[in-house]
Every structure is written in structure tokens, then in C-alpha cells.
């Protein structure tokens, strides 16, 4: 009875277990339709800020630096006194150079009154041919010594002038090198820099065959004027300022055959930022970005969302279901393609059905419970 007991047991336990266990059916999976999307052809490169003018501030003349009116690291507008150096000699000079027109400029009146008085008399007793060439030349080496002294006085003015220090450009200016009570000379070095903040250039170098394609897919749409930059910054965020081509070097570097092109892009001041305010720009001089070249209309494309696409040893591939239901292994050829969206340049047909989600479940051949899946937006 206790045998008869167990065996109609072990069969209760085997019909729940297999009740409970039973075959399970096909995975389900969530699909799109391969249909032609609006795409944004982008490239990313790697590239470098750099500002579109930079100026070294050199002493003109030699003298003691008196003044600086400048906040290290603010913005400077052009115009803007920056320096002054000791003017008192300079200032001596001048009034020197005056005085010497103004000693000149008397003897050359009295030489034009000599030669009048001697051209007067040559017709009379008194009247020789030599005063009046000897009133005559006095006259001549006057005018030229006046002239002369004219240039000097020039000279000393601009050397005056040089005594204070103007930002020739508008920019943000760096650390000053040298204090107040310095001697400074032409030879001294760099007072101090100043670089230009808005607009600012974006340099990066492409290879030369991607330079081409570029060339080639834009030529018809008006070459540069159909591309447009972004930059995505050092901490991952998108630039908000859209940048454009104005420059691609006409040589090829030998060592990377790459080509280095440029852009320029607006840096405005930081919302609520001021321009004396440290840091008041996003990008700056010498910083790392990535740069993505964009087509600036959209094209039609065949297109899957961008978690489709596998890849392998072999290359790219996507699962499609077939008639019958199932997960089909297919090759495919990418063309330029977002962060969202694939595009199809072989391999797949408009209208065919793409696995997007469930892709761990999937195996080629076998069977799946395909259902809509909502497309990531591109």
C-alpha cells in the first residue's frame, strides 16, 4: 500500500510539473519597418579652439614701467589704456625738438630777408651777384635744416606716444610678465598677451579620403555652405553656437595624409556672465572638442534605429524576420548614420522587418513572437 501510495504521488508531482514547465513558445521581440527617415549625415572629429587673433604686448621704447590698468585675465577692448611707462624724459625730448624748430625757423626768416636785400641792390653801387648766391644758399640749408628738425620732433612725439600701451584688438589679456617699476625695453619680451574671444575657430585635421567624400557628397548642394559644426565639449555636453567652413589647408600632411580644415563658430558670453567676469566664455583657446560635420539638410536615407545594428568579426549585421517568423542573420553596409539612427546602404530592402528589441533571445533560425516596437527618435 505505502509502494502504491508513493507511485501515485510521484505521478500527481510529474503531471503539475509538467503543467507548470511546459514548452515554452517563440521569444518575443519588438520590431520596425525599414523605411526611408529624414538623417543628418554627421562625422566626428577631434579638433582644437583657437582664437582668430593673438597679440603680444611689446615695449616700443626703453623706460620704467609706471602704471598697469588692467585686471589680469579680464576682457580688454581695443583702444584701452593698458600700460603707461615714465614720460619725463620723453617729454624733455619733445620740448628739445620744439625749441630747435622754432631756433630754425627764426634764422630762416632772417635768411629770407637777407636774400630779398640783396636782390634789391643788385642794381645799385653796393649790389654783388655773390651776396645774393651766398643769401641764397644761407636760405636752402635753413628750409632743409628745418625740415629736418620737423622729422625729429615727429620722431619724438611717436616715441611719447609709445609711452602708452593700448590693446591694438579686443580679447581677454593674460597674465602680466612684468611689475610696475620694471625697466622694459623692445628686447624685454612680451608684457603681456591678449587673445580674441568672439567669434573663435575650430581647427581639425580628417583624413584626406573623408576630405573627398565630403567634397564629393556636397558639391552639388554649394560646397561649404551646405555643411555646418557642431562641437560637443570636453564634459559631454552640445554646443549650442552651430559653426562653418572657412578654411581648408592647401597642403596634405605628408606623415597622417591628413587635411586640416577650420571653422568658425560664435563665442558669446555665458548667460548672466559679464566680460570682467574669469571664465565668462565656453570655449577657450587651446581646448579639445569633438567636432561633428553636418550636412545642413537632412536627405532621405533608408534607416534602422542604431541598437539594431550587431557587429562581428565579419562586420556590421541586423536579425530580420522572415514570412515564417523567424530571426534571419542579414549583412549589412552602413553609410553615415546618428547617435539614433543607422543608415542602409546595402543589405536590407524597404518594407522588411528589423529586430530591435529582445536581441539576446534571438538566434538565427529560430522562431520569435515579433510585436511594434516604438523607434528611437533620430
Known amino acids: 500500500m505505502r509502494c502504491l501510495g508513493f507511485a501515485a504521488l510521484a505521478v500527481l508531482l510529474s503531471t503539475q510539473a509538467h503543467a507548470q514547465f511546459g514548452p515554452a513558445g517563440p ?5 520596425v519597418t525599414v523605411a526611408k527617415q529624414a538623417v543628418v549625415e554627421s562625422n566626428t572629429y577631434v579638433g582644437r579652439i583657437q582664437t582668430t587673433d593673438k597679440v603680444d604686448l611689446v615695449a616700443r621704447v626703453t623706460a620704467g ?66 651776396s645774393i648766391d651766398d643769401a641764397r644758399a644761407q636760405e636752402a640749408s635753413l628750409a632743409a635744416t628745418l625740415q629736418a628738425n620737423q622729422a625729429a ?53 580628417i583624413a584626406m579620403r573623408a576630405a573627398l567624400d565630403l567634397r564629393n557628397r556636397y558639391a552639388d548642394q554649394g560646397g561649404f555652405a551646405a555643411i555646418q559644426i557642431r562641437l560637443r565639449l570636453p564634459d559631454g555636453k552640445l554646443y549650442t553656437e552651430l559653426g562653418k567652413l572657412d578654411y581648408v589647408d592647401p597642403s596634405v ?63 556590421n549585421y541586423v536579425y530580420v524576420v522572415d514570412a515564417d517568423k523567424k530571426a534571419q542573420l542579414r549583412r549589412v553596409d552602413l553609410g553615415q548614420s546618428t547617435p539614433a539612427l543607422a543608415t542602409i ?17 534571438v538566434r538565427p533560425g529560430n522562431p520569435v513572437n515579433p510585436a511594434p516596437a516604438t523607434a528611437p527618435k533620430g
Open 65 to 130: 614701467l609706471q602704471e598697469r590698468r588692467f585686471v589680469e585675465g579680464a576682457e580688454v577692448k581695443q583702444g584701452d589704456l593698458l600700460y603707461r611707462l615714465e614720460r619725463g624724459t620723453f617729454e624733455a625730448d619733445l620740448a628739445s625738438k620744439q625749441a630747435a624748430i622754432a631756433q630754425t625757423t627764426a634764422l630762416l626768416k632772417n635768411a629770407s630777408i637777407t636774400l630779398a636785400r640783396a636782390q634789391s641792390l643788385i642794381n645799385s653801387p653796393a649790389g654783388k651777384i655773390s
Open 253 to 315: 600632411a605628408p606623415a597622417t595624409d591628413t587635411l586640416t580644415l577650420r571653422a568658425r563658430i560664435a563665442n558669446p558670453l555665458r548667460k548672466g556672465a559679464r566680460a570682467d567676469d574669469i571664465a565668462n566664455r565656453e570655449l577657450l583657446d587651446g581646448e579639445f572638442v569633438s567636432v561633428m560635420v553636418e550636412g545642413v539638410t537632412p536627405v532621405q536615407a533608408l534607416a534602422v534605429p542604431r541598437v539594431a545594428v550587431l557587429s562581428d568579426q565579419q562586420g
Open 153 to 205: 620732433l615727429r620722431a619724438s612725439q611717436i616715441n611719447l606716444d609709445y609711452t602708452d600701451i593700448r590693446a591694438p584688438i579686443s580679447g581677454k589679456i593674460g597674465r602680466s610678465a612684468f611689475a610696475v617699476g620694471n625697466i622694459v625695453s623692445p628686447t624685454s619680451g612680451p608684457l603681456a598677451t591678449i587673445v580674441s574671444q568672439d567669434p573663435i575657430y575650430v581647427v581639425f585635421p
Open 345 to 361: 546602404l546595402g543589405g536590407l530592402k524597404e518594407g522588411e522587418t528589423v529586430i530591435v528589441d529582445g536581441l539576446q533571445r
Open 27 to 31: 521569444p518575443a521581440v519588438g520590431v
